[in-house]
């Protein structure tokens, strides 16, 4: 009876080991799959290319900032905007965690933004930059991880070295 418990013992340990390895190595894959994105997203808005960038969005994408909810659709629309009005745009995602929740990754990012824009009728370059926190939702669409949600949780925003107030 003793030994039929230690085997058994044993090939639940195994199994429970092989679940979890399993587990880790798909979380390894995600996570490589999700920075390889932020990487393409990152190139996308320096060379203003909506497409390279939106291609990682769900189509049902959502972002919140500051309590507002914005679809993909707006979003597109503002971004596109921007890009016309900039002369150039650096923004650098750097994911610090990576979870999952349920079948989805949720990762939390610090943001770097730099604006080079011509703002108002002086027609002057001026120079934004920002820093920021988000935490994104990421969810397996086939075998791509396309981000469905992203929340902006803190910003801090200056042109030409002045603070912006929200």
């Not at 058994?8 to 340990?13: D, P, S, W």
């Not at 798909?26 to 799959?33: G, N």
């Not at 650098?92 to 990576?98: G, H, I, M």
């Not at 610090?110 to 930059?129: C, N």
Request: net charge positive; glycine share 6%.
């Amino acid at each position: 009876m003793n030994r039929v418990r230690l085997i058994t013992g044993g090939l639940i340990a195994a199994v429970t080991l092989s679940v979890c390895v399993a587990i880790a190595q798909v979380s390894a894959d995600a996570k490589k799959q999700i920075n390889t994105a932020y990487a393409a997203i990152n190139a996308g808005m320096a060379k203003k290319d909506i497409g390279a960038v939106v291609k990682y969005f769900t189509p049902d994408y959502q972002d919140i900032d500051s309590g507002k909810t914005t679809n993909l659709a707006t979003w597109k629309s503002s971004t596109e905007q921007l890009f016309k009005q900039s002369k150039s745009i650096k923004e650098t995602y750097k994911p610090t965690e990576f979870k999952m929740s349920g079948k989805d990754v949720v990762v939390t990012s610090k943001v770097t933004i730099d604006i080079e824009t011509i703002v108002g009728p002086d027609k002057k370059s001026h120079k934004m930059t920002g820093s920021a926190t988000s935490k994104d939702t990421w969810t397996q669409v086939k075998t791509d991880w396309k981000c469905k949600k992203s929340e902006t949780l803190s910003q801090k925003f200056a042109i030409d070295g002045t603070p912006l107030t929200p």
